[in-house]
């Protein structure tokens, strides 16, 4: 019987590395894959495991793929990713939104191009380096479970991928902890058994996201405006709406005495509203955009938990259907700093039962 190929997304880190080894002693016939993302006249450092696919990043995969004694392969997909993660990023923030990168770049440019140039080649499945697991429910639909370990679970920016992904999807990392991975990156003599893990965005390396967006947003970025309370009062002026987030403390710039925080960005009137601590929270938000996971539809209201962002723990809420591509999501108890363009994911049980994008907080 012939071996079942698979493409291993190679980040250039330690735990695609291992993603890479498991699957070959499990008897894949393994095949490493580096995504070029980065853009004309770019030359980004892949550094760390979270800059995923600099040029660095190339060379220590290309190093792990022969340890591993595996065929290793740099795709090209730069006009996906300038499409899909860069274009959506500069647009979102233009919109007084905060959007997460990964979410789109996993969903459009990890899985669908990855995915649809590995079975051209004759692959039956992808993988990658997730802490997350992928489960079959007993309905039949496929779902990101979550990982052994809390601390690195990343099924949040999971939360996207189709059902026909999944199941093209092997994820043998999230059956291990960090600690372990790099136990068995140790073992097998992987080059890259020590690299530190980063946080930054794979296109930002200095995390100024302003700075970036001016720059790729020339003529459009918008202008100094006005920091106002709720009701209108204004307070001071701001640098313009891309500088500022929801439930952001620092960098406001303004002496009122005491703390404030952003409560509301509105593009429409060029406004960043602020205010205390307590209007940060809220129990309601509503999401669009929305892709169903471990389960098919939302025909009537449903208890379930959910993360507002990777690192929120998660919150008990009701969610009911309030449009055709609407959630309404009303929470228990009130949650900090519901950041319009993050995203809202819904688990059940560890299981992602899916999730959108937020468009509005309220009380």
């Known amino acids: ?26 008897g894949y016939d393994v095949i490493g894959a580096t995504m070029q993302i980065w853009q004309d006249g770019e030359q980004p450092d892949g550094g760390a495991e979270g800059g995923c ?32 993660v860069i274009d959506y990023f500069v647009e979102e923030y233009l919109q007084g939104r905060t959007p997460n990168p990964c979410i789109a770049c996993n969903r459009y440019v990890k899985w669908e191009s990855m995915l649809r140039r590995s079975l051209e080649i004759g692959a039956d499945y992808i993988a990658t380096g997730h802490y997350a697991r992928i489960a079959r429910m007993p309905s039949g639909r496929y779902a990101v479970q979550t990982s052994v370990t809390a601390r690195k679970d990343q099924t949040y920016a999971l939360y996207n991928l189709t059902q026909e992904q999944l199941a093209h999807t092997l994820m043998p990392v999230g059956e291990y902890t960090k600690e372990q991975i790099r136990g068995i ?64 403390r620092r960098g406001l710039g303004l002496s009122l005495g005491h703390p404030v925080f952003v409560t509301e960005i509105r593009p429409e009137t060029n406004e960043v509203v602020v205010g205390e601590a307590e209007d940060v929270f809220c129990d309601t938000l509503r999401c669009d955009r929305i892709n169903y996971m471990g389960m098919a539809d939302l025909p009537e209201p449903r208890e379930v938990t959910a993360k507002i962002r990777y690192s929120h723990a998660g919150e008990r809420c009701r969610i009911e259907k309030t449009g055709e591509d609407e959630i309404t999501c009303t929470f228990l108890r009130p949650v900090r700093a519901v950041t319009p363009g993050q995203a809202v994911v819904f688990y059940e049980d560890g299981y992602v039962l899916g999730g959108g994008r937020i468009i509005k907080r309220s009380k």
């Open 53 to 84: 696919c600099g040029l660095s990043a190339v060379e220590d995969a290309r190093r792990v793929a022969q340890v591993l004694d595996i065929p290793y392969y740099v795709m090209n997909f730069r006009e996906a990713f300038r499409c899909r």
């Open 185 to 248: 990156a140790q073992r097998a003599g992987l080059p890259v058994a020590h690299k530190p893990d980063s946080q930054e965005i794979c296109f930002i390396p200095d995390n100024d996201y302003a700075a970036y967006i001016d720059r790729e947003a020339a003529g459009r970025v918008p202008e100094p405006g006005s920091f106002v309370t709720r009701d209108g009062t204004v307070l001071g002026r701001h640098r313009g709406i891309t500088h500022y987030t929801v439930g952001q």
């Open 1 to 26: 019987m012939a071996k079942k190929k698979v493409v291993v997304g190679m980040s250039g880190g330690v735990d695609s590395s291992v993603a890479a080894y498991l699957l070959k002693e499990q």
